[in-house]
């Protein structure tokens, strides 16, 4: 009885908690020298827990920093109040103001804006702005919609704050929260603080999206007191105007800074001056120049330097803040090329979890198998029939492929300490089907389901299993105009093949010869590499009712004997493959003119961004394939003699096949991932790349769409055999 009187006072604890928090209002506070956590609290009327919440990147007992910005709560009993009329009451409350409006501000509804957020901005309170914009009583905020928002004459701010604490940051393109927080010197914690309307569950910015935050010391002259200087040693010959030039400051500005200047009648060589560091360009640090992390509680600086490949005076000078000591939370701006035992999405530097060390063997994951074996349509009785069948029916070879890796993932996993509940349903490929198991079945309990493969019965199973936020795993290529959170698209999209396949030739272009020959129903593939190489040449490809090629003299006369041919084929269909191999081969170590046998020989290697069935066809020769270095991107590779096969082939008596692969791969992979969370959102956004017997995943989310899997292999067929070159 006593632990269910805590668990019900604890429950009204977080529920308080959770209300303050909705109604909580900020404010900022640029640290004076002499300061300290406590003598801060105290001028505040606010406790220093409440503000080591707000700033995880400041410790109790540290000492602080001048000029660190701290996000502080707003006091519910100030030391020192203004005199006027307020805002009302909190945002839920009714409003309690008695003035009128003294005019009134037109705003247009933004994308993702909320009532809250706009209210927040012109600090009056949501029922004001539906007082004057009646119909929001009857229908929801949308895009475009214009509000007017009522103006009033006060003596204070609302927040008890003047309009210097802080500024509206407008984000830029291609900006991320982590070089925004770089940039003011902030944590994300404080960021969140400042914007709470900013999603907890994403880490998603638009550019032109408006933020809170607090102004930066040395913004304007006239806050000198909290402004950060430079100390610069006048050189001989040294004048206002090459001032101006190297720190971009007025002279005006600098004189005012420094009367020591009138008063010694000008510059004078060995002068010691201050000069302001002014605020860094929006736009100027970005995801294209710089990536970024957030610096773990007990990480020290001769950790980071080794983990980074750089050294700590590179540190430094792209961290100047690093100069007064590291601190949990800080967000550190890193080289865009920089390499190491890292990994990078989105631009923040993900520390590479290993999932075998990280289990906790309390969680028991709960699984739902959704596959069509279609039972109901074989007689097991008749072996022959049956595996006839099996070969015949792709859906039924998925499955039993896929449940049967499955299977040993999930004694893998039980090896681990890890017990797993698993259901498995035939929903016999029908979406009638799986509507009725879907009825039945209580969903709110599961971690995750694996299938259907149907595309209809995908859609149901997804919307149904996301009332209770149930991640759902496509485990075969599935493109749809699903725009659900919780799918997961374990196949990477034939657009991102296409995209690594094209970086992986930039990265090892020097001054090849670059061929492109694309079918009529490839042409926008084609203009896609195209557009990454320009300087590539195109071969025409003749297409008539029966037959499909390219011109021999006319494709030898774009070749190069000077430098290596690399040649692009974009098309689905076998003959022009066919035709296409046969001739490059032919090409290789030959003489472009023959009457000069000095010459150089051809040398050849063919490329495609998406190795289709055609290029499986029986008629394709695999030795030619091999003569031409063929390299392609790819979703698998076969995998070695490993464990798993081993373990595979005693359980089932044969090898696995790459359905079974897959299906090992992809459930070892969520079962680690529960595992280590018990929540696959919540790991997706932790975990970075995972790569098993012949399958990597690295799920990354898309807004509202889901989460698709961004890894591949790129491979080469050399010495007929397929080897992994990335």
Same mark, same amino acid.
């Given at each position: ?17 959770? &209300? ?29 827990? /409440? ?29 020192? /109040? &203004? ?72 003596? +204070? ?60 010391? &040395? ?50 060589? &060995? ?13 100027? +640090? ?7 992390? +957030? ?432």
């Amino acid at each position: 009885m006593n632990q269910f009187l805590k668990n019900i006072a604890l429950l009204f604890l977080l529920t308080l908690a959770a &209300g303050n928090c909705k109604a909580q209002k900020f404010t900022t506070h640029s640290v004076k020298k002499g300061e300290t956590l406590e003598s801060i609290a105290k001028d505040y009327n606010v406790t220093q827990y /409440s503000i080591l919440q707000l700033n995880k990147e400041i410790k109790q007992g540290d000492a602080l920093r001048p000029n660190t910005i701290l996000v502080l709560p707003k006091t519910a009993n100030p030391k020192v /109040s &203004g005199s006027g009329p307020t805002a009302g009451n909190n945002d839920n409350g009714p409003d309690v103001r008695q003035e009128e409006p003294i005019g009134f501000t037109s705003h247009k509804v933004r994308k993702k804006e909320t009532l809250y957020g706009i209210a927040k901005r012109y600090n009056i309170s949501e029922d004001e702005i539906k007082k004057y914009n009646t119909e929001l009583y009857s229908s929801q905020l949308k895009k475009k919609m214009v509000l007017k928002i009522p103006r009033y004459r006060r003596a +204070v701010s609302d927040d008890g704050l003047g309009d210097d604490a802080f500024e509206t940051y407008t984000v830029a393109p291609k900006e991320t929260r982590w070089s925004i927080a770089h940039k003011y010197g902030i944590t994300i914690d404080s960021m969140l603080a400042l914007n709470p309307e900013l999603s907890k569950a994403n880490n998603h910015l638009a550019a032109g999206q408006e933020l809170r935050m607090p102004k930066l010391p &040395g913004s304007s002259v006239e806050n000198q007191e909290t402004q950060l200087f430079v100390s610069y040693t006048v050189p001989p010959k040294m004048n206002f105007f090459q001032l101006k030039q190297k720190f971009g400051v007025e002279p005006d500005e600098i004189v005012r800074l420094n009367p020591e200047i009138t008063e010694r009648g000008g510059l004078k060589e &060995g002068m010691v001056i201050r000069i302001p560091q002014k605020k860094t360009d929006a736009g100027e +640090v970005n995801t294209d120049n710089y990536n970024f992390y +957030v610096v773990k509680p007990k990480q020290t600086e001769f950790s980071l330097t080794r983990k980074f490949g750089v050294s700590y005076k590179e540190l430094l000078a792209l961290n100047p803040d690093l100069k007064d000591g590291l601190k949990a939370g800080m967000v550190l701006k890193l080289p865009k090329d920089q390499k190491g035992d890292f990994e990078v999405r989105n631009s923040l530097v993900l520390d590479k979890i290993n999932l075998l060390d990280s289990i906790n063997v309390a969680h028991r994951p709960k699984l739902m198998f959704l596959l069509p074996f279609r039972l109901n349509k074989l007689d097991l009785g008749d072996k022959s029939e049956v595996a006839s069948i099996i070969d015949k029916r792709n859906s039924l070879k998925y499955s039993l492929g896929l449940y049967s890796g499955a299977l040993v993932a999930i004694d893998s996993i039980a090896e681990l300490g890890i017990s797993v509940d698993v259901r498995t349903f035939d929903n016999e490929l029908s979406l009638a089907k799986t509507k009725e198991i879907l009825q039945k079945e209580n969903l709110s309990g599961l971690n995750a389901i694996v299938g259907p493969l149907d595309m209809p019965s995908l859609k149901e199973t997804a919307l149904r299993a996301n009332n209770s936020q149930v991640p759902v795993i496509a485990p075969i290529p599935a493109e749809s105009d699903l725009s659900l959170v919780n799918v997961f698209y374990s196949y990477t999209s034939p657009k991102v093949l296409r995209e690594r396949m094209m970086d992986y030739v930039a990265d090892n272009y020097e001054d090849q010869n670059l061929i492109i020959i694309a079918d009529k129903a490839h042409a926008a593939v084609r203009d896609s590499i195209l557009e990454r190489f320009p300087n590539a040449k195109v071969a025409e490809v003749a297409e008539e009712e029966k037959h499909i090629g390219v011109n021999i003299d006319k494709l030898k006369r774009l070749l190069s004997d000077e430098t290596e041919n690399w040649v692009f084929l974009e098309t689905e269909n076998f003959k022009l493959v066919s035709s296409v191999t046969s001739i490059l081969n032919s090409f290789q170590n030959s003489l472009l003119n023959p009457d000069n046998p000095k010459g150089n020989k051809v040398k050849m290697r063919m490329f495609t961004t998406n190795k289709n069935s055609a290029f499986e066809n029986d008629v394709i020769s695999n030795a030619h394939l091999s003569n031409l270095r063929f390299t392609y991107p790819s979703v698998y590779k076969m995998p070695e003699n490993n464990s798993f096969s081993k373990r595979y082939e005693k359980r089932f008596g044969s090898l696995p096949d790459r359905y079974a692969v897959r299906g090992f791969d992809l459930t070892f992979d969520l079962l680690l991932k529960l595992a280590y969370k018990n929540n696959l959102m919540e790991a997706s956004k932790l975990v970075g790349e995972t790569s098993y017997s012949g399958n990597k995943f690295n799920y990354e989310r898309k807004g509202a769409s889901g989460y698709y899997n961004r890894s591949s292999y790129i491979m080469t067929i050399e010495d007929l055999r397929i080897k992994e070159v990335r």
